[in-house]
């Protein structure tokens, strides 16, 4: 029996109509659609492989894209190992989404043309991350931080330290492009704090930079907070 085709499918942001047609169509043919709450990878990838022996056709379905943040890579190196055909569906990364479901542009001409995605899981004082924060703090592009709510202090406090202007403007988008969306408005000194007096929760997407200034005549997707 020939192995089943696998999809690693994004399935974008949250809107359902910012799912791409071809990952609509692979959905709509999928013997097996394959989702998580983060387990081990070594079990997805089993469950990756073992369906698509079968001659199963198999939907591994991501939020975002797959290959922002996601595990797309490491399932896609699994297949090749396993000799299973696969496709890479790109989907919608709620980096660029949520920002502009908010109102928030990543680049504009006249403020910046250039955006940096960066985890924010990871410890700006941690002397073996690879990410490197002072270059992100004193860069003039958008900083753009995914998975950052349970270190937003942290994360602020870094960028200042290492030269980001405190009165930066800086916001966070919860659940973006959906009908739960809230934003917060504020200052990379003050996002932490009006961001936990406003309750907002994770997932969060959260956007330093100049660009911010634009929500003020650009936002059309609502509702949300007010602006702190």
Known sequence: MRPGPVALVGAGPGDPGLLTLRAAQLLAQAD???????????EINAQLVAPARAGR?????????PFVFGRGAEEAE????????????????SAIAAPAYAGIPVTARGHTQGVCVEAGHLDPDDPGSR?????????PGT???LMGHDRLSLLTAGLIRHGRAADTPAACVEQGTTPQQRVVVSTLEYLARDVADSGLRAPVTTVVGD??????????????????
């Open 32 to 42: 097996v659609v394959l989702v998580d709450r983060l387990v081990s990878q070594e």
């Open 57 to 65: 056709r198999v939907v591994r379905l991501e939020g975002g894209d």
């Open 78 to 93: 699994a297949l090749v190992t396993a000799g299973i055909a696969f496709e890479v569906v790109p989907g919608i990364s």
């Open 131 to 139: 990410v490197r924060w002072q270059a992100l703090a004193t860069g």
């Open 143 to 145: 900083l753009v931080i």
């Open 211 to 228: 660009v911010v200034r634009l929500r003020e005549t650009l936002r059309w997707f609502g509702p949300d907070l007010e602006d702190a």
